[in-house]
């Protein structure tokens, strides 16, 4: 293990984050950090590790993992908050939000 | 009776009345509020709705309103019902069609094409997104053969206008292909009918008076970067040959002299100018607005920066925040404004096409601000190598060794391929304001836009995450200065001019 | 880790008059300036935790998490009555035609060539018609045999159907 590996446990309430919301968030940080997310019950146990925490959370490269892991779970939390309230808006939204994108995708394609 | 039964089934039925149906009769029949946006802007609520008319109300008069208890009698009324406020009284065909005009868009494919003719260059912006690579670099020039079929896939967009756009690097390094491309388009719009603009995007370095001629006789529109006076210029656009500045301003000069002596074999554009602010432009607003009023310039863009490209990698010496752009915005505006009311002819081009949706419900084609936004749908980019990208920003990203806004190959793919591959549908849906969370209540919904690939580069998802995304502080710091000068009646006759047709 | 839990403020919200799509979007909203933490907080409430970014006034964060609450429930109750409406209005901006302005003139779709033959047509059978009927000294109490102009003067234009 790198001196400057980081890890940081989470522990999600699956009734306020779905673990779709958790999965996309995880797929946007894919290129920052490892993050695997384990169901047990109602909570949600999600780890973050990364190579470089430093550079991961936007820090300098080798910056000290202890205290940037908190940092690097927190926007990942605020990540799975965003991907959330799109899924939230997309359970009302979704109707008018496929007839736009139909009708440009279609013009686009030179059909009516 | 029958007026009131009117008013009822707007509320519930599906099979909704085309023409206005007119409220209840008695006075004191409350308005419930059908959708509608707001923001919070100093004391005061600005309200829109998706036609795009807008409205300000005091906090109690939004109070009431939000409530659905504001009624007939109140001095407001009138005007909400007008702008489709007040739910009993829409005015269906004019809610639609304005809706319809502002969003015009969706009923056409891609407008601009963007031909990348070369990658060489010989300046080096600090901000530049076009991936520009040394003078040398012969092998990143366009063929003619790709020019070639880059217009023949321009000409398959369904659109009945097209524009092909002329860049770089700098293209007039890739000069014959120019002339070839620029020929072999003007005669395909004369076989297809198509209307074809076609426009040059230069550093004026290399112009001389034989290019300026071909160009001219093929209408070729004029397009060059002008940052500021002299110092501010060259630091922004540093140049091999030591300053940018003085060709810049000959040549725009040129053009505008060749402009006032219009000929009748063919049509002379008046030349324009871009502004890209640096960290440097924000102490400068005065003197850049000054630069081009003292050059004629009747137009000025003040473009906000974005990290792509080189500007990416210098953003902690050039970059700024949201705050910073929306105060130097606004401050250049207001100056522009005075000097509109000293009798100076300048408007700043990004309030006018802002302007043009607020003010006019027209949509000005500004592929930035429109949802979705025009990545693929509504412009392409065709690289020197013949890959075609979403955007010429997606472009910059593959420079960057990120192919994912590549969308085909002059050579290998069709143009109903590219518009129907899953690059184009999720940069389409992910740039849909109403699957925003954020963009979905936002009060400048109806006039906004969200970019993908800059959401990608700096959020790391073609999505991004609008509350923490500076490109969404950059355009409500536009908006908010825009509306606010809208309400001083002397300032928005002023801006309404530059709008009006 | 040093604690920051001194900065960290802890709102509890109850979930009796307002949904949890709601809190989450409040709390979404103030995420610019603050990492955000739902948990859950018994039965019927949640607890929203706000650590400051780059030393955002905690008070500030508070004001805006309630304001947008706020408008949350606003929204909801204005979405609810208008889901149908407003999709209804999206797809009949999507169809809507331009109809063209109200021809000035009365427009019958002739040309006036045939506009003219037309008019001596007519005016050839209407005194055909007389001739017949007055011819034989009939009488006509009704008028039957009277043409259009002969009782009413001006002549009219034919119009388009």
Redesign the interface.
């Known amino acids: 293990m790198k001196t400057n590996e980081g890890s940081k446990k989470l522990v999600l309430?699956a009734?306020?984050?779905s673990g779709e919301a958790v999965k996309l968030a995880a797929?946007?940080?894919s290129?920052?950090a490892d993050i695997r997310i384990v169901p047990r019950g109602k909570v949600l146990e999600v780890s973050i590790s990364a190579e470089d925490a430093g550079r991961a959370s936007g820090g300098s490269e080798g910056q000290n993992s202890?205290?940037i892991?908190?940092l690097l779970g927190?926007?990942f939390?605020?990540?799975v908050?965003?991907q959330?309230?799109?899924i939230?808006?997309?359970k009302?939204?979704?109707?008018?939000?496929g007839?736009?994108?139909t009708?440009?995708?279609l013009?686009?394609?030179?059909e009516k | 009776m029958a007026q009131k039964q009117a008013a009822k089934k707007t509320d519930k039925s599906m099979a909704l009345p085309s023409k206005r149906s007119p409220a209840g009769k008695t006075a004191k029949s409350r308005s419930v509020l059908p959708q509608a946006l707001w923001r919070k802007i100093g004391a005061n609520y600005l309200l829109t709705n998706d036609s795009g008319h807008y409205a300000w109300l005091k906090e109690k008069d939004f109070a009431l309103v939000t409530a659905g208890k504001m009624t007939e009698r109140d001095p407001l009324f009138g005007e909400l019902a007008a702008k489709g406020f007040v739910r009993n009284r829409l005015d269906f065909n004019d809610l639609a069609s304005k809706w319809k005009k502002k969003n015009s868009y969706l009923y056409y494919g891609p407008s601009l094409h963007i031909l990348v003719l070369t990658l060489r260059c010989n300046h080096k912006c600090l901000y530049c997104q076009s991936a520009a690579g040394g003078a040398g670099a012969k092998h990143t020039d366009m063929t003619a053969e790709i020019a070639r079929k880059s217009v023949d896939l321009a000409f398959n967009s369904p659109n009945p206008a097209i524009t092909i756009e002329f860049q770089g690097g700098e293209p007039l390094l890739n000069w014959e292909v120019l002339k070839s491309a620029a020929a072999y388009a003007r005669k395909k719009a004369k076989i297809t009918g198509k209307e074809l603009q076609l426009a040059l995007v230069s550093n004026f370095s290399l112009m001389n008076a034989e290019k300026a001629e071909f160009l001219l006789r093929h209408e070729v529109s004029i397009c060059t970067s002008l940052d500021g006076p002299r110092a501010l210029h060259d630091k922004n656009r540093v140049c091999a040959s030591g300053s940018s500045y003085a060709d810049t301003v000959k040549w725009i000069k040129y053009f505008q002299a060749r402009h006032e002596k219009q000929v009748p074999e063919y049509r002379v554009f008046k030349p324009s100018a871009l502004l890209t602010v640096s960290r440097y432009s924000l102490r400068s607003h005065k003197e850049i607005v000054d630069e081009y009023v003292r050059l004629g310039l009747e137009d000025i863009f003040i473009r906000p920066l974005a990290p792509i490209g080189y500007a990416k990698r210098l953003w902690d010496t050039i970059g700024y925040d949201a705050k910073d752009f929306a105060a130097f915005y606004f401050k250049s505006l207001d100056y522009i404004l005075k000097l509109n009311k000293r009798g100076v002819v300048i408007k700043e081009k990004m309030a006018a096409m802002m302007l043009d949706k607020i003010v006019n419900f027209r949509d000005p084609g500004y592929l930035d601000a429109r949802c979705p936004c025009g990545a693929a749908i509504g412009q392409l980019a065709y690289n020197y190598n013949g890959d075609i990208y979403t955007c010429d920003e997606g472009r910059m990203v593959g420079w960057e060794g990120d192919d994912l806004f590549r969308i085909g190959n002059v050579f290998k793919d069709g143009y109903k391929k590219l518009m129907t591959c899953p690059t184009t549908k999720v940069c389409v849906v992910s740039s849909n304001l109403e699957a925003q969370p954020a963009c979905a209540r936002c009060a400048y919904k109806p006039y906004c836009g969200v970019c993908p690939v800059y959401n990608y580069e700096t959020q790391g998802s073609l999505w991004g995450n609008m509350p923490a995304n500076d490109r969404c502080g950059l355009f409500k710091g536009i908006f908010d200065a825009l509306f606010t000068l809208l309400r001083d009646p002397g300032k928005a006759a002023i801006l309404k001019k530059w709008v009006a047709k | 880790m040093k604690k920051q839990a001194n900065k960290t403020i802890s709102i509890r919200v109850s979930l009796k008059d307002r949904n949890l799509d709601a809190v989450r979007y409040a709390a979404y909203a103030v995420s610019d300036a603050a990492y955000v933490f739902v948990r859950s907080a018994g039965k019927g409430a949640v607890t929203v935790e706000f650590t400051p970014k780059n030393g955002s006034p905690a008070k500030d964060l508070s004001r805006r998490f309630q304001e947008e609450l706020a408008d949350e429930k606003i929204r909801a109750a204005i979405f609810d009555s208008n889901r149908d409406l407003r999709e209804f209005m999206i797809l009949k901006a999507l169809a809507y035609e331009e109809t063209p302005a109200a021809a000035k003139s009365d427009d019958s779709g002739l040309t006036p060539e045939q506009e003219s033959e037309l008019d001596a047509l007519i005016a050839q059978v209407e005194s055909e018609i007389k001739k017949e009927s007055t011819g034989g000294k009939t009488k006509d109490p009704l008028g039957i045999t009277r043409t259009w102009e002969e009782k009413y003067g001006a002549k009219t234009s034919r119009k388009k159907n």
């Open positions: 309430d009734g306020i984050y797929f946007v940080f290129d920052k202890s205290s892991m908190p927190a926007e939390m605020n990540e908050l965003n959330q309230c799109r939230d808006l997309a009302k939204n979704s109707k008018i939000a007839i736009i994108v009708k440009a995708l013009s686009a394609a030179g």
